[in-house]
């Protein structure tokens, strides 16, 4: 059977979870804003304690590498760096939108609802949205179809979507929905969903009975923009922009 301890900190949550032998899962899971740094490691220790296993005998460790808050996604793969590199463990990069998707699907609304074509839209900051399309495969797993798109709300292609999640929905609202040829009702709609550490668990498990296990060395955050904040003038531009809607 296999360990894996899972690490997200791309967001404003501060999440860690740890599988042993396939037992259910162990999770810490905390709003932190900007206090990640101060809660990884002791958190990562607590859940090795509890589940008496040393880091070197785990087998994989797996990380959220973004898209998502830059100085989150940097902190993230640098703890885990270290930690891989120092008990000699090969680790597993998650993109952010795949761990979000891989924990839709395991949710109520989303198995009523039955969509095989969806859509994952979470905040990107900077009036834009990050999004990616899923197709659930013949074992209902979501398999993204393309890359991480970073776009306005209102490009966000929805054609063919079934079901969208994310937290786009709520910061952006209509606009995300503006040129989508049906009415998405309550029930096709996932505004609260976010980044977890279990997600993060759900993908790696998947990745590592696929053999996707890679050296720590070549670990790196990914980077959909490399812009991460606006000027003065252009935060001026935004707001007046903003009145004008």
């Not at 220790?45 to 998502?68: E, F, M, R, S």
Request: aromatic share 6%.
């Amino acid at each position: 059977m296999t360990s894996i301890l899972a690490i997200d900190s791309s967001s404003a949550w501060c999440s860690v979870a740890l599988s042993v032998d396939g037992n259910s899962p162990s999770h810490l899971h905390q709003k932190v804003s900007a206090g990640a740094s101060q809660l990884l490691l002791p958190w990562i220790g607590q859940l090795l304690t509890v589940a008496n296993i040393d880091l070197a005998k785990l087998d994989v460790i797996a990380i959220g590498v973004g898209p998502g808050a830059f100085t989150g996604v940097r902190l993230g793969v640098a703890v885990v760096q270290g930690l891989a590199t120092a008990a000699n463990l090969p680790v597993l990069p998650v993109i952010s939108l795949d761990a979000i998707a891989a924990q839709l699907t395991q949710t109520p609304a989303f198995i009523s609802a039955k969509p095989q074509f969806f859509m994952v839209a979470v905040d990107a900051r900077m009036n834009e949205v990050y999004w990616a399309h899923y197709l659930l495969n013949a074992k209902g797993l979501p398999i993204r179809q393309g890359e991480v798109i970073l776009s306005s709300p209102e490009d966000a292609l929805l054609d063919g979507v079934e079901f969208i999640a994310g937290s786009a929905i709520s910061e952006y609202g209509d606009r995300l929905l503006a040129h989508a040829k049906h009415t998405f009702s309550a029930e096709q709609l996932d505004p609260d969903i976010g980044i977890n550490a279990l997600g993060i668990l759900a993908c790696a498990q998947v990745a590592w009975d696929a053999g996707l296990a890679q050296d720590v060395h070549l670990l790196k955050p990914v980077y959909v923009r490399n812009k991460v904040a606006f000027t003065a003038q252009e935060r001026m531009q935004v707001e007046q922009l903003a009145k004008k809607r």
